[in-house]
């Protein structure tokens, strides 16, 4: 089952932050970014693995709750450049490399 | 190195028709996926290959599609015969088995008359 990405869509003005959640129906093992702009292929950001982790990158960051298996992804003090789609993809316990990507979320970042 | 590369980048059929889109993996993965993303589905898996033997092709919508992977470093996707529902943007992506990012390929755009 796909997992539910929240918003769907959001408009922020340069320099404010966002919060992008993804939430499964299933126990989880991984949950993976991924950013795609406009006609472009989707590019990978991060990965949380199970443990409850936070990481980032750059001003973007994401953490993993396994207990409720939800994930969320964070943009702090956007920039014009992180407009585009995000997507998480999922990985199920037993079924490596197997990814169920979220419903997206869009992200417009203005000036 | 030279990315995914996948063609055509763009293929306008007839319904009926068959349809053969072609995936050429990062030299040295061993791990190839095959999606589709539509505004109402989203990125779905079709299948993924490990080491060319097709390990999971759940995603495959029906009979119509069949996938190959007769060596390292190529794939296709097949549809046969086509119908409208089909027109997507399909991506193949590879990765290294056991490595956690894909990459993708810049997409083929089907559009099913």
């Known amino acids: 089952q796909q997992p539910v990405q929240s918003p769907q869509a959001v408009i922020l003005r340069e320099g404010e932050d966002a919060v992008i959640n993804c939430s499964s129906s299933k126990a989880l093992y991984s949950v993976h970014w991924y950013r795609q702009k406009h006609g472009e292929a989707p590019v990978f950001l991060m990965i949380?693995?199970?443990?409850?982790e936070q990481k980032g990158h750059d001003k973007i960051s994401a953490s993993f709750n396994e207990k409720k298996q939800q994930s969320s992804l964070y943009l702090t003090a956007s920039q014009l450049s992180y407009s585009g789609t995000y997507f998480c993809?999922?990985?199920?316990?037993?079924?490596?490399?197997?990814?169920?990507f979220g419903t997206g979320t869009r992200l417009q970042v203005t000036l | 190195d030279a990315g995914v590369i996948q063609s055509p980048r763009h293929e306008v059929t007839e319904m009926g028709q068959e349809v053969t889109l072609r995936c050429k993996p990062i030299s040295g993965h061993n791990s190839l996926f095959w999606y589709r993303q539509t505004m109402m589905r989203g990125l779905e898996l079709l299948i993924y290959?490990?080491?060319?033997?097709?390990?999971?092709d759940s995603g495959m919508p029906e009979d119509r599609f069949s996938a190959k992977m007769p060596n390292a470093s190529f794939s296709t996707l097949k549809i046969q015969p086509s119908e409208p529902r089909d027109s997507a943007v399909y991506f193949c992506?590879?990765?290294?088995?056991?490595?956690?990012?894909?990459?993708f390929g810049p997409g083929t755009r089907l559009t099913v008359l």
């Open positions: 992506a590879s990765k290294v088995s056991g490595a956690n990012e894909q990459f």
């Open positions: 949380l693995l199970k443990g409850g």
């Open positions: 290959f490990n080491n060319n033997v097709p390990i999971d």
């Open positions: 993809g999922t990985e199920i316990p037993g079924t490596a490399s197997k990814l169920t």
